[in-house]
């Protein structure tokens, strides 16, 4: 029987390949599982848990524990509201999205005063337990931030946990000082996964993503590789889902090395430029240098040396820039040891001739 007839296609369930898609079996976060749904279990005997914070670096599991251990609260009888901070950015946002997950109701018009709101939540609630996830709460701005927070962890109308997700716990600096004092909570590290734990997660996907024996193993083998280096699963499955997809272009019935290849150059092609174009002269000439160094070890301090002697930038716009190009995920910031001292080294995250040559094409 051919699988490749009529309506050719690789994908058995492209879904899976989705960055949205919750998986039915979350690998290798058993403990942060655990240790999430015991902080929040006081909730099924409708006492408020105590608020937690999930913090690690990108693509390691953090919305997909948090929205599990949500789903089965919810299951259970909980009032949950799972926000996303980046796309809400307002405290009116933030409140209109709990009213409506808690009444399942379209929320009251803008202009509607917050104290309004916040005793409309109260009312439907009911004095019921509510869990409240926060994902990716550090790019809300300050003042959001601690209002939000204010509201939820102060107010004696309700009788909240907070579940806080974060890339690192800068966000707490940020909590004014009161708010600080009176916010507590557990930390639930999640680390970066293994190149064994990609593999096996990577695995699942393409034994449900694709038809059976379609992907070669030498092809699998180099997507691992690629995504171990970083443990950016997300990323793991862009190259999966972009080389079944150029395969079929190709009319092939396999997916193989090549289409993992063509994946990757595409994207990194385009994200380069996308990144190159946010940086200033000066930020892509420290990009230069960073990856015309011949040496392994590149400390920061070297990079400031050639910068200040060919640009004459202050200490303090150098590290703006060096924050900004690891901000890009250009480079990698990692502390080390130097001779006696402490040192920052300069991580390159890309072969140096493919953002050589970028920088050539920029300009
Ligand atoms: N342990 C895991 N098992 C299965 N899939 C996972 C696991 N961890 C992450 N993923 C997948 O990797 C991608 C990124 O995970 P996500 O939870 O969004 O990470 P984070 O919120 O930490 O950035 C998602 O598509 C998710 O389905
Ligand atoms: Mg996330």
Known sequence: MEILWGDETLFRNEEVFDPDFLPPDILHRDVQIADLAACLRPALKGVAPGHVLCVGPPSTGKTTVVRHVLEKLEEYGVTVAYLRCPVLRTTYNVFAKIFE???????????????????????????????????????????????????????????????????????????????????????????????????????????????????????????????ARNGDIRYGLYLLRRAGIIAERRASRKIDVEDVIAAREGEEATLLTKNLSALNSDEREALKIIYSLDEENITTGDVYAIMRAEVGLYYERFYEIIGKLERLRFIDLVFGRKGRGKTRYVVRRYEPKIILEAIRNYG
């Open 101 to 227: 997950e808690v009444s399942g109701k379209v929320p009251p018009q803008k202009g509607v005063p917050l104290f309004k709101l916040l005793d409309e939540i109260a009312e439907f609630l009911e004095q019921q337990v509510l869990v409240v996830a926060l994902d990716d709460v550090n790019f809300l701005p300050n003042n959001v931030l601690n209002e939000i927070l204010m509201a939820l962890v102060k107010s004696a109308e309700f009788k909240v946990g907070v579940v806080a997700v974060a890339t690192s716990k800068g966000f707490v600096a940020r909590l004014d000082p009161y708010l600080g004092s009176i916010f507590h909570f557990h930390e639930i590290p999640f680390p970066l996964y293994t190149r064994r734990e990609v593999e096996e997660i990577l695995r699942w996907r393409v034994e449900y993503g694709f038809y059976l024996g379609v992907m070669t193993d030498d092809a699998f083998e180099m997507v691992v590789d690629l995504v």
